[in-house]
């Protein structure tokens, strides 16, 4: 992955989430007050840091979950103009949370909010990014909860599903430092329809000035995998009130605007692959977060942010016959992760999924066949092989494939 540097990788799990990556560096207790969001200025293309707390060696042929969450696009950059990145610290050893509202379930929070029982997908990874302004580096112990949420503003989030607490040795940044991790959820849990993950820092056991690390903030971009936009906000709070019901009901104390970098992968009740080994390089999607850090030179026709996201970005239809007399089509947009997977909530009503490229207008679809998964953690998994030149998607070039490009002659995507 061009642009990451990999600093460790160490084998965690849910609950026992520690583990060092640098010598500690002991630095002056923070003097440094901050009420609001901070923002750096910068030129060129900034360097990324990668920890992968999944360790250095994955079981043979394994493949990773697809996305169920993304919410990781910030700012762009070139080498022509400044740029601003913004972040919220830890000072003071306050938590910072943020909502996750996933695909699934009851379809508004109404008045009694979401169900926060009853499991919509089964997460297996975290991966969230720190921005990092400290010249001297150090240890930051972060505590990780997860807790359920049924969706409805100022209420309390509820007793955490599952916690773990990691340790990362941040080296000295000059200037500024992005901190991109990845955390196992080890075994995979299920999580309702609405969630906080939430971040705590050890004020005791981290000698990183607090005030100068907190989490990057995101661009107000698609969270779950239809691509509905996202919430907008985050908060803060300081312990103990953290994510109790006080007076009035609030979960926070604060409400700042933005949304973190925050990408999760796991499944819904169907996991999809769409295999396109048979396209060329330039034509298979990517990993989202590979190319939301893109440094390749501007111009490069085979790279660059807005070739990824049209390798990425997929049209889907579903057909529902609840009615088998009149059958009806939706349809939204998702995106495909770098091995083409994509995981969506599928009913029993469901009778197909077709998933068509942005770019050319190739497609596959997915029959119901002997019906869905009703198991997040043990999905349906289906592959479908998508073909250049089967514009219409059944599986073989032929005549019905020549008059559709035919009558399309001229236009464009």
Sequence with gaps: MKGLTLLSAVALTTMALTSAAFA????????????????????????????????????????????????????????AGAYGLSFF??????????????????????QFGYDTTT???????????????????????LRLDIHPWNGLFGTAAGTPIAGATLTLNIPPVQGFGIFLVTVPVSPSLPVPKAFWVA?????????????????????????????????????????????????????????????FYLAIRGTHNFAGTVDMGALSNRAKPSDPLAFEFDDDPAGD??????????????????????????????????????????????????????????????KVTFDRAGGWSIDPCSPTVASQTMIFGDVNGDGIIDDADLLTVLFGFGSSE
């Excluded at 990057?216 to 109790?244: C, D, E, H, K, Q």
Aim: hydrophobic residues 35%; aromatic residues 8%.
């Design 24 to 79: 500690q560096k002991a630095v002056s207790a923070p003097t440094l007050t901050e009420e609001g969001v901070r923002t750096v200025t910068f030129t060129g293309r900034p360097t990324i840091h990668r920890i992968d707390l999944r360790g250095d060696f994955q079981p043979a042929g394994s493949t990773p979950d697809p996305y169920v969450y993304l919410q990781t696009m910030f700012a762009r950059w070139n080498d």
């Design 89 to 110: 610290s830890f000072t003071g050893g306050r938590t910072l949370g943020d909502d996750v509202v996933l695909l699934g379930g009851a379809p508004d929070p109404g």
């Design 119 to 141: 499991p919509v997908a089964c997460i297996s990874e975290i991966t969230f990014a720190l921005l990092s302004t400290d010249a001297f580096g150090g240890t930051l112990e």
């Design 199 to 259: 971040a705590t820092p050890n004020t005791l056991n981290s000698t990183i000035n607090l005030a100068n690390i907190g989490p990057l903030i995101a661009n107000s971009t698609p969270g779950n995998v239809s691509m509905l936009s996202g919430r907008g906000y985050f908060r803060l709070a300081t312990p103990p009130t953290a994510f109790t019901a006080v007076t009035g009901g609030s979960v926070f104390s604060g409400l700042p605007q933005g949304s």
């Design 301 to 362: 026709p085979d790279e660059g942010i807005e070739e990824a996201l049209r390798r990425n970005i997929v049209d889907v239809e579903v057909v529902n016959d609840s009615d088998p007399q009149n059958p009806f089509t939706s349809r939204f947009t998702t995106y495909l992760d770098e091995n083409g997977r994509f995981t969506l909530p599928v009913s029993n009503e469901i009778a197909s999924i077709t998933v068509r490229r942005w770019d050319n207008g190739l």
